[in-house]
């Protein structure tokens, strides 16, 4: 039995990870500010703000053999100390990055596929994109900084769980709450027929938990997906046939967003995300019969909220 810390795991895709690792006999500890409750003997919660101070007397009263860290840190420049902490406190680090990384000019998308930090020059977004690119830097801190080198980045598609429903820029809850409301969804036209990098959340938390402990993960990123890539319009169809939601597919002008939703909007939704997994699933061992479909994943989550 290996003990693994999960850091702001006490998301849907931090559960769904644990939930794993707990499977593969390992115990679990979860640092997190949701009101969680264990019921098994080899999980416990910790509901606190995973500061450097906090990290450093978790780490004098236990030793981990992996660290799974899902904070974002939108300003990249807080991430170094953090690293040092923590690389040097376990064997095996995983870093939670994103597929929004890529820029759009491979497809499938591999590892090695453009980053959308080398391709997007304009100085706005390299100024102002704290998601992607804040990624991205923090990744390129791993590899140049004078650490222990036994990282491994972790580069999930959106994961949809019972509390986000993503259909292109619809999220939360939304496709639900419109069936309730008695109204359609507004989705954009120019998105339907693109790959979505979508997948459900217990199908991401699998992949992560398998790539721990494994010598070939170590130093190298992974684009996290089943790899099933359905188009948004494909997605929106499943949750018309399962929950009745309707959707009005049409130009929507996103100039007037705040830069957030405009570079999500600019740099994601309107790429092509098809994906080749072969590199997670080499290394992990897992076949595309090990995880749920996009569907399957659907009802899941539908279920949980009671909407279906």
Sequence with gaps: MKRVLLIAGGGTLG????EE???LGHKVDIICLEDHVSDNENLTYYKEYATIEFLTELFKKNRYDGIVNFLLYRDDTKYPPFHELLSRNTDHLIFLSSYRVYADLQHPVTEDAPLLIDV???PVVQANEDYALAKVRSERYMKECDCPQNWTVVRPVISFSGRR??????SKTEVVDAVKEGRKVKVSIESKNLTAGLDWAGNSGKMIAHLLFKKEAIG??????????LTWGEIADIYTEVLGTEFEWTTIDFS???LKTQFRWKYDRLYDRKID???VLRVTGLKPTDFKSIKEGIIIELK?????
């Design 304 to 308: 949980k909220l009671g909407a279906i």
């Design 165 to 170: 429903f993503d259909v292109v820029m619809a």
């Design 15 to 18: 559960t769904y990870t644990a």
């Design 21 to 23: 690792l707990l499977k």
């Design 120 to 122: 997007e020059k304009d």
């Design 256 to 258: 007037g967003e705040p």
């Design 220 to 229: 190298e990123a992974f684009t996290i997906s089943s790899a099933q890539n």
């Design 277 to 279: 997994n072969s590199k």
